[in-house]
């Protein structure tokens, strides 16, 4: 199957690190993406990670990807009020061809 | 300037009628997609145009039928609105592989 799973909602602190996870199905995905939403906006790309890695960063941004369990995650560290948005992680399917994305996280930043 | 632009960002139109939704891309990329966005921000794809010729039509209904008149293109057209068909839709754009897509800023269709 294609589906490609998140958890719904994450709230954390303003300082704090938040940590966004993301379960995958297929294993033959070259390339995996995390994208951001904020209200009423299109979609940002922020990094993507080759399958063939297993970290990367950049900035405040980390992203881990464990291809054994098909576990991509995406830490933010010193998490900002203006990190509040809607994180979707997406995989490269269909060959090649197309993206799917994950159902979203919603994350939510407090003072 | 705008990588993705698409026009309009906001519809608003009765069930049965019929409409367009256009977009642009200026980062000579050679695929074009068109993707829908439900209530719930689930997000899937409709469709993928490569070189003006489609690759990717996931089970979406006759009603909604993608031109792209040249590789800079992709426009939706929609016949016979329904209440199902409100959504967000995004149009995006990227290289064959795929390795970095840009997304528009949205339409969002309300169909009353």
């Known amino acids: 199957g294609e589906d490609v799973e998140q958890s719904l909602f994450l709230s954390v602190r303003e300082g704090d690190s938040s940590v966004i996870n993301c379960t995958y199905t297929?294993?033959?995905?070259?390339?995996l993406y995390w994208y951001k939403q904020e209200p009423g906006a299109g979609l940002q790309l922020l990094t993507y990670i080759f399958s063939n890695m297993d970290m990367k960063q950049d900035q405040r941004l980390t992203v881990l990807l464990n291809k054994k369990d098909k576990h991509l995650s995406l830490r933010i560290a010193d998490t900002q009020t203006g990190d509040s948005a809607i994180y979707f992680c997406?995989?490269?399917?269909?060959?090649?061809?197309?993206?799917?994305f994950g159902t979203g996280t919603q994350l939510k930043v407090e003072l | 300037d705008t990588a993705v632009s698409q026009t309009p960002k906001y519809l608003v139109t009765q069930m049965g009628n019929d409409k367009s939704i256009k977009c642009e891309q200026n980062?000579?990329?050679?695929?074009m997609y068109w993707y829908k966005q439900d209530s719930k921000k689930f997000l899937k794809i409709m469709f993928s145009?490569?070189?003006?010729?489609?690759?990717i039509n996931e089970t979406v209904p006759n009603r909604f039928s993608p031109k792209s008149p040249d590789k800079a293109h992709l426009n939706l057209h929609i016949n016979s609105l329904e209440l199902g068909d409100s959504a967000v839709y995004f149009c995006?754009?990227?290289?064959?592989?795929?390795?970095?897509?840009?997304f528009g800023q949205g339409t969002r269709l309300t169909v009353v």
């Open positions: 145009y490569n070189n003006k010729e489609l690759i």
């Open positions: 297929d294993s033959s995905s070259t390339y």
């Open positions: 980062l000579g990329h050679d695929t």
């Open positions: 995006a754009s990227s290289q064959m592989d795929v390795t970095e897509a840009f």
């Open positions: 997406a995989e490269l399917t269909g060959g090649g061809n197309k993206l799917t």
